[in-house]
């Protein structure tokens, strides 16, 4: 129970007023990640399903992007424009390393989370207009998670400090195998309430995931915290698009 109040408490904005933090927690929290996609899901479905008849769809689309990240106190933005900005930058890998520990904002993160919103708004605006399940708001997020922390899990930091340091520390066998249930568990379930299509599409957008996720470790060396958070955004992109595209 430590574990998931831990996981609610570091990944989303909701305030645990018990005091849950261990040292030797990070491995087990980290696989209730999920946990914390479902509950920012569950409120943007939340604004989808109460909003629909209330705003226009365009007004709407707004509400559900805001949602999406609002709940979770924008955390994975931030990995996100990390990432992006040492990614796109024209420099060696070694110092796209330091442009990633780098905490100024720079150009490309700017541009990269103008087009991420743009993304996201306009897939928000067809799945409103095509009245979706708002299953799929749902579990999109948490789908994210729970495969993010499989990857947390398999690629070794690229320092030994860190967030990611923390999350891997005393992490056993078990704790790889549970994230996996745990992915496994959710995309099934994702497959009874979602569909045929919203499934395929989830796991096209998990392939190219860990495209990303091999190319970044071969340029940083390693993952962290940062990179971990971006995997989540993209993944989640790429199934909003890709399944508004197939509407």
């Known amino acids: 129970m430590k574990s998931l109040l831990l996981a609610v408490s570091m990944f989303t904005k909701i305030p645990i007023r018990k005091n849950v933090w261990r040292e030797d927690l990070g491995?087990?929290?980290?696989?209730f990640i999920f946990v914390a996609g479902?509950?920012?899901?569950?409120?943007t479905a939340a604004v989808y399903y109460f909003l629909t008849d209330v705003l226009s769809n365009m007004l709407n689309a707004a509400?559900?992007?805001l949602s999406m990240y609002a709940v979770c106190g924008f955390l994975h933005i931030d990995g996100y424009m990390d990432v992006c900005d040492a990614l796109l930058s024209s420099r060696s890998n070694e110092q796209k390393a330091v442009i990633l520990k780098d905490s100024n904002v720079g150009a490309f993160s700017v541009v990269?989370?103008?087009?991420?919103?743009?993304?996201?708004?306009a897939a928000s605006y067809e799945l409103i207009n095509a009245h979706v399940s708002f299953a799929v708001f749902i579990f999109i997020p948490a789908l994210s998670r729970a495969f993010c922390a499989i990857l947390a899990f398999s690629f070794r930091p690229m320092s030994d400090k860190g967030l990611l340091v923390f999350f891997r520390s005393g992490m056993k066998s078990g704790h790889v195998v549970a994230s996996v249930v745990i992915f496994t568990f959710v995309l099934v379930v994702g497959f009874i309430a979602c569909g045929l299509v919203f499934?395929?599409?989830?796991?096209i957008s998990l392939?190219?995931?860990?495209?990303?996720?091999?190319?970044?470790?071969?340029?940083?060396?390693?993952?962290?915290?940062?990179?971990?958070?971006f995997l989540i955004v993209v993944n989640e992109a790429l199934t909003y698009f890709i399944y508004?595209?197939?509407?």
């Not at 499934?199 to 796991?203: A, E």
């Open 199 to 203: 499934t395929v599409v989830s796991i």
């Open 27 to 31: 491995p087990s929290a980290l696989c």
């Open 38 to 43: 479902l509950i920012a899901g569950s409120v």
């Open 63 to 65: 509400a559900v992007v």
């Open 112 to 121: 990269s989370v103008v087009l991420l919103i743009m993304v996201l708004y």
């Open 244 to 247: 508004a595209s197939c509407l």
């Open 207 to 229: 392939v190219a995931t860990i495209l990303f996720a091999f190319y970044i470790n071969h340029v940083f060396n390693g993952i962290n915290g940062d990179v971990v958070g």
